[in-house]
Structure formats: structure tokens, C-alpha cells
């Protein structure tokens, strides 16, 4: 009897060690396939191998961890790329876009410098330098705020002045400094602004930059002979539109406009840095509304910002009665 059951135990140590050795080497083996993806992913820019290990294998929840940072690996370097490219592309617009008025500045300088011009000549080309120099400011202007928007996005909320203010009153200062150079250009306006006052919660920098450039984008680029600013408002908020007649924007220009330096087709871009719709888009944006583009070639153009009214501009109303 005892000799059976010491071959008994002997069998099962021997199974046991078997078993144990066989798991050993497997595991051994799952070892070194991760250590190859990991080594993959330390040298490789965009490693895609994956971990494959049977469900119930010893390490397959250590597998299914490791598969999940190489994914998000790869997302993150795809993202980086992305990127990258759109930097690139970034930078040769915007050296593009300096070089030429600064090299048409320096090409009227030297001009006026060396005497190559008459004196009637001086008075017929300083206007254009002028303009060449405005072109630039403006430029300047608009890249260094959009690095500054671009600097505090994560903290978007920290960066805003919110105030309580008519916004009637506000719309209506924005959009009266714009009558002389409308009526210069014979654009026909109609203001349609409300006269009772509007209390609403704003940064008064931001929306006062967001009718700037949309009225800019007017003025430049549409070729319109009317415009209309009209501000609506309801208990939830209010409606800012921006319309007029002009040649319009290309259905397939629309999901792209608001993206920066991005222009449309020459006939509407023949100037301009590609930055004022982005900054409106991304000031909207910090403002909590949302902003929106309808037009057909040839038909006009109408932009529409809408913000949502919190609870603290309907109790402020008190404040403008």
C-alpha cells in the first residue's frame, strides 16, 4: 500500500514539475514577444505590431494593457503628425503672406530713396506704400493674437474679462465706427440694434474683435453692395447676424473657412492674412456660443453667432433700468 502511494506522490511531483516548467517556458516566451513590441516601439517612429496571446494566457490582461499604450502611442504620434504638417503649412503661408507686402514696401522705399521718382510720382505711389504697411500691421496684428489664443487655450475661461454690459449699446458703438469707411466704399448698411437696453455677461474685447472681423471679412472680401448687422435676443440668448450681397462663399469652401490661413477661391481672396475667421471662431468658442456660415455663390453671405444668456445677465437687468 505505501509503495503505491509513493509512486502516486512521485507522479504527481513529476506532473507538477512538468507543469510548472511548461508554464515557466510559456510565459517565458510571452516575456520575449513583449519585449520585442517594446522594443519596437522605443525605435520605431509608428510601431503597429500587436501583442497576440490567447484570452486565458497567464499574461493576457498584462497584453491587453500593453496593446492599449501602443494604441494610444500610435494616436498620439499620429495627432503629433498631423500637426507638424499643419505648422508647416502654417509657417510657408504666413512667410508668404509677409514677404510679399514687405518685399513691395522695400521695392517702394528704394525707389523714393535712390530718386527714381518724380515728385508726382512720390504723391502717386505713397498711397499704395500706405496700404502695403496697413497690410502688414494688420497681419502682424492678427498673428500675434492668435499666438496668444493659441498660448492660453487650455486655460480659455482665465483669459476673459466677463463683465456685465448693454449689449445693444456695445453693438451699436462697434458697428457706428464702421460708417465712414462704409460710406466711402458706397456700401449701403442697415444697423437693426434695439433701443431698450440688453443686459448680458461678455468680455467686451472678444465680442467687440468677433463684429470687427466679421464686418472685415465683409468689407474685403465679398464684393457686396449692401450689409446688414442685425442683434437679436430672446431668454436664452442672443443672435448676432452678419449678411450681405455679395459673390458669396463656395459650398465647398464652407467647412474650411473658419480653419486658420485657410483661404477660398481667388475671386474672394485677394487679400488678407486666413487668420480673422479663425480668431472669431475660437472667440465664440471661449465665449460658450457657436458660430455659423450660410451662402450660395453669388447670393450673398450670412454669418450667424449665437450666445447663450446666463442667469446673471437677466438679474443684472436692473442695473440699465
Not at 509513493?6 to 513529476?14: A, E, Q, Y
Not at 455679395?246 to 487679400?271: M, N, T
Amino acid at each position: 500500500m505505501w509503495f503505491y502511494m509513493s509512486i502516486l506522490l512521485v507522479f504527481i511531483g513529476v506532473m507538477t514539475m512538468l507543469y510548472h516548467f511548461a508554464y515557466r517556458k510559456k510565459v517565458t516566451q510571452q516575456l520575449k514577444t513583449m519585449n520585442t513590441v517594446l522594443a519596437e516601439l522605443s525605435t520605431v517612429k509608428d510601431a503597429r505590431q500587436k501583442i497576440v496571446l490567447p484570452q486565458n494566457a497567464p499574461l493576457a490582461e498584462v497584453a491587453f494593457s500593453l496593446n492599449q499604450l501602443l494604441a494610444d502611442k500610435n494616436e498620439e504620434i499620429y495627432k503629433l503628425q498631423q500637426t507638424e504638417q499643419s505648422q508647416r503649412t502654417f509657417l510657408n503661408h504666413l512667410s508668404h503672406d509677409i514677404r510679399t507686402p514687405l518685399t513691395s514696401l522695400i521695392g517702394y522705399l528704394d525707389a523714393f530713396d535712390k530718386g527714381y521718382l518724380e515728385k508726382n510720382e512720390l504723391q502717386e505711389y505713397l498711397p499704395l506704400v500706405l496700404k502695403k504697411a496697413e497690410q502688414l500691421k494688420l497681419l502682424t496684428d492678427q498673428l500675434f493674437f492668435w499666438f496668444k489664443l493659441e498660448d492660453s487655450k487650455e486655460m480659455y475661461t482665465d483669459t476673459l474679462d466677463i463683465k456685465l454690459y448693454d449689449l445693444n449699446e456695445l453693438t451699436r458703438e462697434c458697428a457706428v465706427v464702421w460708417i465712414p469707411l462704409l460710406e466711402q466704399l458706397n456700401l449701403t448698411y442697415q444697423f437693426e440694434i434695439a433701443e431698450e437696453a440688453l443686459p448680458f455677461m461678455i468680455d467686451r474685447m472678444a465680442y467687440t474683435r468677433i463684429i470687427e472681423n466679421l464686418l472685415n471679412n465683409c468689407v474685403q472680401h465679398s464684393q457686396a453692395k449692401r450689409l446688414c448687422l442685425c442683434l437679436k435676443s430672446d431668454r436664452n440668448g442672443v443672435r448676432l447676424i452678419i449678411e450681405d450681397d455679395g459673390i458669396g462663399i463656395s459650398e465647398q469652401d464652407q467647412p474650411f473657412i473658419f480653419q486658420k490661413l485657410y483661404r477660398c477661391d481667388s475671386a474672394r481672396s485677394q487679400s488678407g492674412s486666413g487668420l480673422g475667421l479663425a480668431i472669431t471662431k475660437e472667440l465664440v468658442r471661449r465665449l460658450g456660443g457657436n458660430i455659423s456660415v450660410k451662402s450660395q455663390e453669388n447670393q450673398g453671405c450670412m454669418f450667424e453667432v449665437w450666445l447663450s444668456k446666463n442667469d446673471f445677465s437677466t438679474k443684472g437687468s436692473q442695473d440699465f433700468l
